[in-house]
């Protein structure tokens, strides 16, 4: 089923290719996104969507000194937010805290908490610790893994542990397991692996190439979906991690992003070079606490797992978020800088 253009939009102003839904922000569905201008000054924007839904409101803008790669919001605290950013050949990570009165300034600047300046690679992304408050957080570079303890009264990070790969292996990106907070899975050109936290040591892995992006699914233990290349969407039961249990088409192109549903365990939603986004269902043997009636079902429906593309996009999309407020809600960045909010409630039950 081929989408129009049914979502609500918002500009940058220059290029960007990631976007966090705001999960500490109870009070409203709110996003965060950050650019990645080479010759600019770089932006990060905080966005609400509207009591009425019907559009985005820019609630905070504020500027950023590099080009930003990886952006995170934290789980517990609405003004808190990590970045990776370059400058040149340098990359550099960082954790910001937006100004409490920042609505009532004329130009309100980021208070940076601290550094992780213990990296010497190229960084990959930021994990905050999967829900709730804690100072634990990961980073990751090409050649290494890295646990820090996070003190934002103190303004600091310290190094708990850390295991390097070797230069043999490169490391692209990683997720960390909400159901096993001592598991995180990482991503390499030819596998992915999954560490424990404890012992620093490889626990599992699952032997495939070119892997875009991971996510766990927050509603099912042991399952895992990967974006891959040229082989689409793969969905993996940790526990036998030989073949996937489902496989999905993915995109024309290269399929760059997958976000697991944070309610509904069997969506899934995935971003593209080819300019769409896709809603897919899985097949119930993915799952086996997804009641029939949660989602429109018909016989074609359970024959075709894609429900619907969206393809309000002139440039590839890299940024995906589904809001943990209202699940049913998701906000999608293309590299042109368009932020476009989709609502997925037509192919849910009309209880």
């Known amino acids: 089923m081929q989408g129009g253009s049914s979502g609500i939009g918002y500009g940058l102003k220059y290029q960007a290719r990631c976007i966090s839904d705001v999960k500490a922000d109870t009070d409203h569905t709110s996003f965060i996104t950050g650019t990645l201008s080479l010759k600019e000054e770089n932006e990060v924007h905080l966005i609400r969507v509207s009591s009425g839904g019907t559009e985005l409101i820019c609630e905070g803008l504020f500027s950023h000194p590099n080009e930003i790669w990886d952006l995170a919001s934290c789980p517990f605290d609405q003004r808190i937010f990590s970045t990776v950013y370059s400058s040149g050949e340098s990359y550099g990570a960082a954790i910001w805290q937006i100004p409490e009165l ?50 934002c009264s103190k303004k600091t990070a310290q190094v708990q542990s850390k295991e390097s790969v070797g230069m043999l292996h ?20 030819s596998a992915i692996q999954v560490w424990d936290l404890r012992t620093m040591k490889k626990t599992n892995s699952i032997e495939r190439g070119h892997v875009r992006n991971i996510d766990y699914n927050p509603k099912k233990k042991h399952i895992l979906v990967t974006a891959e290349d040229e082989s689409g969407i793969n969905i993996w039961d940790l526990r036998k991690p030989k073949v996937p249990i489902q496989e999905l088409p993915g995109h024309t ?10 309610e509904y365990d069997r969506l899934i939603l995935s971003a593209g070079t080819d300019s769409n986004v896709n809603l897919w269902v899985t097949s119930p043997s993915c799952s086996d606490d997804f009641t029939s009636e949660s989602l429109v079902d018909s016989p074609t429906r359970r024959l075709n797992p894609l429900l619907n593309s969206y393809s309000d996009y002139e440039d590839s999309v890299y940024g995906l978020a589904w809001s ?11 590299y042109d800088g ?9 192919f849910l039950s009309r209880k």
């Open 170 to 189: 490169n490391l692209s990106g990683g997720a960390w397991d909400p159901h096993d907070v001592n598991a995180v899975a990482a991503t390499y050109e």
């Open 102 to 151: 920042y609505g009532e300034l004329n130009s309100p600047q980021l208070e940076r908490i601290t550094s992780l300046d213990a990296h010497v690679g190229k960084i990959k992304c930021i994990l905050w610790w999967p829900f709730g408050r804690h100072d634990k957080l990961i980073s990751i570079d090409e050649e290494t893994l890295f646990l820090w303890s996070l003190d």
């Open 338 to 346: 368009r932020v476009v909010v989709e609502t997925v409630k037509p």
């Open 253 to 262: 192109h290269w399929t760059w992003a997958v976000k697991c549903n944070p």
């Open 324 to 334: 943990v407020r209202e699940p049913w809600i998701f906000a999608s960045l293309s």
